[in-house]
């Protein structure tokens, strides 16, 4: 049992914001199945049923106006058109259902932006308050447990499929599956089709052996490799011989080398290693100049523009203080001349005092007006910039001119070790022992170049003729095999047969079940219990033939196009009865094509029964003021909602109540 209890829309198709519509079908402490919620055409009901289909099936779901969109471009176009930067467009779909005899609350949550990447939404499954990695890793295998996609077509359905099912003779292909699904058909179809498979494996294989060599033919080849590994042999044993001699030749050439010249040799590399420890200083010397100069050192080619930056400064940093210290001053001549007026001190010397007080004020203003503070600096920098120009430019001059000395010499010394180098010259009978030294060199390179190459080709012939002794060894058994497989290519017509004999027969034994569940549900929507006495459904096409009392068939083009549509409905109704799962149902303007009465068989008969749960989306003209006030006058909608949508900002908003 299963029973859908809220759905969270958030920035969905034309669903801005965060809606929440509870489902839960309750009212007080009844039990009453239907939540209605009615919009006008185009106001986000077939976008509501998408966005379930959307939450328990994701990349897999089956939406109306998916077509032929990618998962990627699909998620896109659902994202509402008038989100800010950085909002998700989101799903939580909320239900209950029973394992193991417990009830388990789970909370599917989708969530997606329009920059979505490699197809993909963010899927999080909740199980009661935490988080269920392992259902969240393992949805899709999950779901097919008590909602399988293939069946969830009989119980999430609109009046477009009900209508499509109404005018065809045959059953859609959906519906198909769905049949197949529940008759336990796709399991002789699926064992069908692996039959298929292995046939083609077995046909392979034997294609493969036949197209083989035959047994002569491998012995042939088995002869031939033996006469190249005895050439080989015969020939590496040479070989090795003449390395011998060579590595001889090659070790007295090395000592004569050595004997004659090792003094010439010794001074040789006495002088390279000096050369080379006279480059290694240079350049620590190149790296530390680098450094220096990638420090304050660059500055010193502007010492005069930084001395006049420095005197800028302090003439700012005086500008500063008495502009800040103007007020205090003012102060002070205030309080000191309303000190001296206290003292009643002689009225003359008192205006010389104020008089001298307001000229220096003057001064001190003019000062500040006649200089115009440019680099505003704070407290730090001129310290910074004096210790710069009187410490450390100073310093870094010093040790550059000490490093520039160094580099001098040691450039010198290193000019003067490369020409001693030049200079010592290799004598003749040097050249000439140094000459037959590396002519051995190549001579035994040359030829354990070639042993090497011998012992890599018998090795390659020798594991080709284990692999040949081995293929004749097994010839035999592999003759056995193929006889088998031979065996098995043979009989699988036979098999195939008695699948489709087994398949036969289980579709009639579970068609019985369905037929009598189609019957008894359209009989009991038509109001007519004379008209139909059995609706017989082919087991191949699965098409609907309707019977009278006297076993005559009734032709469909008598039925009405309302009564059309109560068989569709009857035949959806019956495969979700026969299915056995108790799960919600969820119709999407059912009611479009019916006159009055048969709306009513629906609303009366169907709508109440057809589910302890059943979902309703419908507009005002389907479900109209007299029929909700039926229902409700019956009890049993649980909660009526109302899909708002603003034709001007094409945005819908989910509020209680219904349109009447």
């Not at 209508?163 to 003779?169: F, N, V």
């Not at 003057?362 to 006649?370: A, F, P, V």
């Not at 389907?622 to 603003?646: C, G, M, T």
């Amino acid at each position: 049992m299963m029973i859908f209890k809220e759905l969270v829309l958030e920035n969905f198709g034309p669903y801005r914001g965060k809606n929440i519509i509870n489902l839960i079908p309750e009212k007080g402490l009844d039990n009453t199945p239907i939540i209605l919620l009615g919009g006008m055409n185009g106001g986000g009901k077939t976008t509501l049923m998408d966005s379930i289909r959307l939450a328990l099936y994701g990349r897999r779901s089956q939406c109306s106006n998916r077509e032929n969109l990618s998962y990627n471009d699909y998620l896109i176009q659902c994202v509402n058109n008038q989100i800010s930067l950085g909002e998700k467009t989101r799903i939580e779909l909320t239900f209950e259902h029973i394992i193991n005899e417990q009830w388990i609350e789970l909370k599917i949550v989708r969530y997606w932006d329009k920059n979505t990447k490699d197809g993909k939404d963010n899927l999080g499954v909740i199980e009661g308050e935490f988080p269920e990695l392992n259902l969240t890793e393992n949805w899709d295998e999950y779901v097919e447990n008590f909602l399988p996609l293939g069946i969830s077509n009989l119980f999430l359905f609109d009046g477009e499929q009900v209508k499509e099912l109404a005018e065809q003779d045959l059953p859609t292909n959906a519906v198909k599956e769905a049949m197949k699904s529940l008759l336990g058909l796709e399991l002789a179809d699926k064992l069908v089709s692996d039959l298929d498979v292995l046939i083609n494996r077995k046909d392979k294989i034997l294609d493969q052996e036949i197209a083989g060599q035959k047994f002569s033919d491998v012995e042939q080849e088995l002869l031939i490799l033996e006469e190249q590994k005895k050439d080989l042999l015969e020939e590496l044993n040479f070989e090795e011989k003449q390395l011998k001699i060579v590595n001889q030749k090659y070790r007295h050439a090395s000592d004569n080398l050595k004997d004659e010249g090792g003094k010439i040799a010794v001074q040789k590399h006495q002088l390279r290693d000096r050369q080379k420890s006279l480059e290694n200083q240079i350049e620590i010397i190149y790296s530390e100049l680098i450094y220096i100069a990638s420090q304050n050192f660059p500055l010193i080619l502007i010492t005069d523009l930084l001395n006049n930056l420095k005197i800028k400064l302090e003439e700012e940093s005086m500008l500063l203080k008495i502009k800040n210290s103007q007020d205090l001053w003012k102060e002070k001549d205030y309080k000191l001349l309303s000190f001296l007026d206290n003292l009643d001190i002689d009225p003359n010397k008192y205006s010389k005092i104020q008089d001298f007080l307001q000229s220096e004020n003057l001064l001190l203003e003019q000062q500040l007006n006649s200089h115009q503070i440019y680099l505003e600096a704070d407290d730090i920098t001129l310290p910074k910039l004096d210790n710069i120009l009187r410490n450390l430019l100073p310093n870094q001059q010093n040790q550059v001119q000490e490093k520039l000395i160094k580099l001098t010499q040691l450039q010198k010394e290193l000019i003067g070790v490369e020409e001693t180098i030049l200079r010592v010259d290799s004598p003749q009978a040097y050249q000439k022992l140094e000459e037959e030294y590396k002519n051995q060199e190549k001579a035994l390179i040359k030829i354990k170049t070639k042993c090497e190459t011998i012992k890599q080709t018998l090795n390659a012939i020798e594991k080709k003729i284990i692999e040949i002794t081995k293929k004749l060894s097994h010839y035999g058994n592999n003759n056995l095999q193929n006889l088998q497989v031979q065996h098995i290519i043979e009989m699988m017509p036979k098999v195939k047969h008695t699948l489709s004999l087994f398949k036969q027969k289980l579709t009639l034994r579970k068609l019985n079940k369905l037929e009598l569940e189609v019957t008894n549900c359209f009989r009991y929507l038509l109001h007519k219990s004379n008209f139909v006495a059995k609706v017989v459904i082919d087991a191949d096409t699965f098409a609907l033939n309707l019977y009278d009392y006297h076993s005559l068939v009734i032709p469909k083009n008598r039925l009405s196009a309302g009564e059309k549509q109560l068989l569709a409905i009857a035949l959806l109704w019956g495969l979700a009865r026969v299915s056995g799962r108790n799960l919600p149902i969820a119709i999407d303007t059912p009611l479009g094509r019916l006159d009055s009465s048969h709306r009513y068989n629906l609303i009366e008969r169907y709508f109440p029964t057809a589910s302890h749960q059943v979902i309703l989306l419908s507009t005002d003209t389907e479900i109209a003021e007299s029929e909700v006030n039926f229902l409700r006058e019956k009890q049993v909608i649980a909660r009526e909602y109302l899909l708002d949508y603003d034709s001007k900002t094409n945005q819908t908003t989910v509020k209680s109540g219904y349109f009447f």
